[in-house]
C-alpha cells in the first residue's frame, strides 16, 4: 500500500515562501522512500516578496499567490489546502524558510508576525492530529506547529544540529532544523534523509 505524504508549501524561496532547497531535499527523500508526497499550498497572497539576491523586501514588486509560486517547486503538481481531503494523507511535513512564518499564519506582531495559523492550515494540522497522524517539520516551520498549539516554541529545538532529528514526546512529531542549524546543503540533507527515514518507519514502510 502506498503511502501518501502531504508536503505543505507556501510559495518558493526561503526569504518569502518555502525554502526551496529543503523543499527538493524533501520531495527527493520521500520518493526514495516509495512515500507519493502530495504537495498542497495555500491559495492566499504571500505577506510579501523579497529580492532573494538581497535579502530586501521589493516593494514595488506584484503581490504573489502563494499557490502559483508553490506550483513552481512542484512541477505543476498541487493541491489547494482547501480542498485536500485530510483523511486522504497519511502524514504531512512541513518545510522551512521565513516565508513559511509569514505566509501560513495569520498577522501579529513581531518581525515573523505572531498569528495562529491558516484556518483551512490549522483545519489540516487539527484533523491529521486527531488521527494521531505524524507530522514532520524543517526549520522554521516548527514555529508554524507550536502556533497551531498555543505553544511556546520550545528551546531544546533550538539545540538540534543539522544533521539530526527530534520526535516529541508522543512520538508524532518529528523535527530536523535545515539550514536554520547549518548552511551546508550536505548537512540538512542529512538530516531531512533522517526524518524521511522515521517518517517511513513509522508508516509501516521500510526506509532505505
Known amino acids: 500500500m502506498v503511502r501518501r505524504v502531504g508536503v505543505l508549501l507556501c510559495g518558493c524561496g526561503a526569504y518569502d515562501g518555502s525554502d526551496v532547497q529543503e523543499s527538493v531535499l524533501l520531495l527527493l527523500a520521500l520518493a ?14 504571500q505577506a510579501e516578496v523579497v529580492d ?11 503581490p504573489r499567490r502563494a499557490f502559483l ?4 517547486v512542484s512541477r505543476g503538481r498541487i493541491e489547494a489546502v482547501s480542498e485536500i481531503t485530510p483523511s486522504h494523507l497519511d502524514a504531512l511535513v512541513i518545510p522551512g524558510g521565513v ?37 514532520g517539520v524543517v526549520g ?15 528551546p531544546a529545538t533550538l539545540a538540534v544540529g ?13 523535527f530536523t532544523p535545515g539550514f536554520m ?23 509501516g514502510v521500510v526506509a532505505g
Open 52 to 62: 532573494h539576491s538581497t535579502g530586501e523586501t521589493d516593494e514595488g514588486a506584484a
Open 162 to 174: 543539522a544533521r539530526e532529528v527530534r520526535e516529541d514526546r508522543k512520538g508524532l512529531v518529528l
Open 99 to 135: 516565508g513559511v512564518v509569514r505566509t501560513l499564519c495569520l498577522a501579529g506582531p513581531g518581525p515573523l508576525g505572531g498569528g495562529p495559523p491558516l484556518p483551512e492550515v490549522a483545519s489540516l494540522l487539527s484533523a491529521l492530529e486527531e488521527r494521531g497522524a505524524p507530522i
Open 140 to 154: 522554521l516551520a516548527q514555529v508554524v506547529l507550536s502556533r497551531h498549539r498555543g505553544e511556546p516554541l520550545d
Open 32 to 45: 526514495r522512500r516509495g512515500l507519493r508526497a502530495v504537495v498542497v499550498a495555500p491559495d492566499v497572497s
Open 69 to 72: 509560486e508553490a506550483a513552481r
Open 181 to 203: 542549524a547549518s548552511e551546508s546543503i550536505a548537512e540538512a540533507a542529512e538530516g531531512i534523509e533522517r526524518l524521511a527515514d522515521a517518517l517511513a518507519r513509522k508508516l
